[in-house]
């Protein structure tokens, strides 16, 4: 990291900020160029958790490769004034999986269903549990980055 005095490797500061995150942007690989997409996610049991279909592009891009970045941010304020940008930040590599496990797939669901506050079915009915997809991603390497004002 080019400003290591911006560097953040707590393990406090990076929990905080991805179970504040409201969003995670997720990177794929394709055979030309990444594939980014904004998702919704929970931090649970040490993965992150993320809702979809049981198909799609982002499905079969993580079935051919599933080597993924993402970073997420909280308490993000651009200072037009001072021309800065103000945040915290979490940037990490891992390996996706589609979720199989319907205790699994429950569990992600009704934690996704906490953090957003959504109305959501405890439980989740079966016939809804099988046509969602829920997709884990297992850590390898996280790493936090904070500018804050300094007043």
């Keep these: 990291m080019r400003r290591s005095d911006r560097e953040c490797p707590d393990q406090e500061f990076l929990q905080d ?3 504040r995150a409201q969003e995670l942007q997720l990177a794929l690989h394709t055979d ?3 594939y980014v997409i904004s998702l919704n996610f929970v931090l649970l049991d040490g993965a992150l958790y993320m809702h979809c279909a049981t198909e799609g592009r982002k499905l079969d891009l993580i079935a051919a490769d599933p080597r993924v970045a993402f970073t997420a941010c ?3 304020r651009v200072d037009c004034a001072h021309r800065t940008t103000y945040y915290k930040s979490v940037c990490g590599i891992g390996h996706a999986v589609l979720v199989t ?3 699994e797939k429950e569990r992600a669901l009704q934690a996704i269903s906490r953090k957003y506050a959504s109305l959501c079915a405890n439980p989740t009915p079966e016939a809804l549990l099988r046509r969602t997809g829920i997709i884990r991603v297992d850590m390898v390497r996280l790493t936090g980055k904070r500018h804050l004002p300094k007043h």
Excluded: G, N
């Design 32 to 34: 030309d160029y990444p």
């Design 101 to 103: 496990d319907t205790q």
């Design 74 to 76: 909280v308490d993000v």
């Design 17 to 19: 900020v991805l179970h």
